[in-house]
């Protein structure tokens, strides 16, 4: 009965593919989130999504586009997957947009490119 | 711009000893700031969320401290667990939006 779930968890794939990552919560909420984890373990946010708008993006290269068919959903798409997109990406989910609220995180996915 | 930082970055205790964690800030100017545990090959999950307006929070064994004006907060664990062994992050909010700042994080582990 997972919060938030994200799939896949782990993927490996080749420099130039293009690959998916999708999230769900069950929770209700209205906002959305996708963090990128470093190997240093920093963690950035990349997009913030409300009522499937687009609130929050990053210097994120334009090859990662997030689609929110609805509220409950958030996907992340990278194109001409590089070396060093390699990392941890967590998707996450709060009440609503602003602060003061507790998120809620998925448990990741590792993406390795070689 | 705010920087989060957590010394250290690692700890390493024996099972029942009370511990500190500590997080600074630069900018004072934030809304509110959470502490998270991480599990290795696990997502992260909040144990405590302040309030720009409050000084502690407790929850359990846990009690976590903040204190704008010196850029601090604190996480306290008292009676440590091998289970307790993770990683904490904190992470500040700005007022003016839900983006979350990150700390590196300490990796704490418990001996049996």
């Known amino acids: 009965d997972t919060a938030v779930s994200q799939t896949p968890k782990y993927l490996v794939t080749q420099m130039g593919n293009d690959k998916s990552i999708k999230c769900e919560q069950n929770?209700?909420?209205?906002?959305m989130y996708w963090y990128k984890q470093d190997s240093k373990k920093f963690l950035k946010i990349m997009f913030s999504?409300?009522?499937?708008?687009?609130?929050i993006n990053e210097t994120v290269p334009n090859r990662f586009s997030p689609k929110s068919p609805d509220k409950a959903h958030l996907n992340l798409h990278i194109n001409s997957l590089e070396l060093g997109d390699s990392a941890v990406y967590f998707c996450?989910?709060?009440?609503?947009?602003?602060?003061?609220?507790?998120?809620?995180f998925g448990e990741g996915s590792w993406l390795t490119v070689v | 711009k705010q920087e989060v930082t957590q010394i250290p970055a690692a700890l390493s205790v024996p099972e029942g000893e009370n511990l500190v964690l500590n997080c600074s800030f630069t900018?004072?100017?934030?809304?509110?700031l959470q502490w998270f545990r991480q599990d290795p090959g696990k997502g992260l999950t909040s144990l405590l969320l302040?309030?720009?307006?409050?000084r502690e929070q407790t929850s359990g064994r846990l009690n976590a401290s903040l204190d704008k004006s010196s850029g601090r907060s604190t996480l306290y664990i008292a009676a440590s667990q091998p289970g307790d062994s993770a990683t904490y992050l904190c992470?500040?909010?700005?007022?003016?939006?839900?983006?979350?700042?990150f700390g590196e994080g300490t990796q704490l582990t418990v001996n049996p």
């Open positions: 900018d004072s100017a934030i809304y509110n």
């Open positions: 302040i309030q720009s307006s409050q």
């Open positions: 929770l209700g909420h209205d906002t």
């Open positions: 999504y409300n009522n499937k708008e687009l609130i």
């Open positions: 996450a989910s709060s009440q609503e947009l602003g602060t003061g609220n507790t998120i809620y």
């Open positions: 992470a500040l909010t700005r007022a003016s939006g839900s983006r979350l700042t």
